[in-house]
């Protein structure tokens, strides 16, 4: 990735990965190994070490990648938009039996740094100084979180934004709309790019819903244009570190898979809505779902790809910090998530 090809206007990427393609790859499962950019031997995964500084937290994947999940904050929003049209009886029940409130969930919030030998790669950016649905200012910490790792943000050189939510790209600006990364170029699906700055209809979201991508998109898309890199479908941005199609929650949504001596983690950022409901039924449609049914489709291949395989670790976005784990299947056909625990 040159700086002759940051301006979105001129950049030029590979034939695109259809959501066709996408349900296709989905409803093959792991024979058609969704995820995967290159073939790796099944092997323990080595486990995740903590911080002794809350605010991020550090695993090593291999001799060649580290990943560094950092604490932007959270927000908190009604249960009920997890399940949606599903009947109470039916969700709370789940909450309940995890310990976890039954009217409102914490989301977590939690951009991820992946160090490889030559480049640094952030994936998303959180809130930033842009305001939470219910105003509270309890996220935009990315950068003292990374901060307190050791990192300045003119060391980042790659971002790739998963999709335009205001949790996922408010980061990218300052509060005086300056750059918050100035030496980082910025990675979009063009899908992802192309659908909201032309404003396309999106009849599965609420007004509410689709209010909220378009005001900030519409703030922060001019802003950060001459440095956005778009692509077309899964490419390597360094050695290990690829971008993997995961369409559904928006209709560009991206993830991460990064790779080395037989160790692996899937960074599916808002493909997984919630750490509990998402696992025991991913047929159950979260509110910013923009194409529900393909979102569903990916979810499944995701977790059941991480069930089947020993080597693979999952980090979720909005899952409780830092959001790893594994994936196990249940009988009847749902999973659990068993995390990472914080000491």
């Given at each position: 990735m040159t700086d002759s090809a940051t301006d979105t206007r001129n950049t030029s990427a590979a034939a695109g990965f259809s959501r066709r393609q996408a349900l296709g790859l989905a409803a093959a499962g792991v024979a058609g190994s969704f995820l995967s950019?290159?073939?790796a031997p099944a092997a323990n995964a080595a486990q995740p070490r903590r911080s002794a500084d809350r605010r991020f937290f550090r695993h090593r994947v291999g001799r060649d990648l580290e990943l560094l999940v950092l604490d932007d904050g959270f927000v908190e929003l009604p249960a009920a938009n997890y399940a949606l049209g599903v009947p109470a009886a039916q969700w709370?029940?789940?909450?309940?039996e995890a310990g976890l409130p039954v009217d409102v969930v914490r989301s977590q919030i939690s951009?991820?740094?992946?160090r490889s030998r030559d480049r640094l790669v952030l994936l998303d950016t959180g809130f930033g100084a842009l305001p939470t649905p219910d105003g509270r200012r309890t996220a935009g910490h990315l950068q003292a979180s990374l901060r307190a790792a050791g990192y300045r943000p003119e060391d980042v050189d790659t971002i790739v934004i998963s999709h335009a939510s205001a949790d996922h790209l408010g980061g990218l600006i300052n509060s005086e709309r300056e750059l918050a990364f100035p030496e980082a170029q910025i990675v979009f699906a063009r899908e992802e790019w192309d659908f909201w700055r032309e404003e396309r209809p999106t009849p599965n979201?609420?007004?509410g819903s689709r209010a909220f991508f378009l005001t900030f998109t519409r703030q922060i898309f001019p802003l950060i244009e001459r440095r956005v890199l778009l692509v077309d479908r899964d490419v390597q941005l360094a050695r290990g570190v690829n971008v993997a199609?995961?369409?559904g929650h928006t209709p560009g949504h991206i993830g991460?898979?990064?790779q080395s001596d037989g160790q692996r983690v899937i960074l599916s950022c808002d493909a997984l809505a919630h750490h509990v409901l998402s696992f025991r039924h991913p047929e159950w449609r979260f509110l910013a779902d923009v194409e529900p049914e393909h979102t569903v489709a990916v979810r499944r291949a995701i977790l059941q790809?991480?069930?089947?395989?020993?080597d693979t670790l999952l980090h979720g976005y909005h899952f409780p910090f830092p959001g790893l784990g594994r994936v196990r299947s249940i009988p009847g056909g749902g999973f659990v998530f068993d995390p990472v625990r914080l000491q």
């Open positions: 950019c290159e073939s709370q029940p789940l909450l309940q951009p991820v740094l992946v979201l609420d007004e199609p995961l369409l991460l898979q990064v790809e991480a069930s089947d395989r020993s």
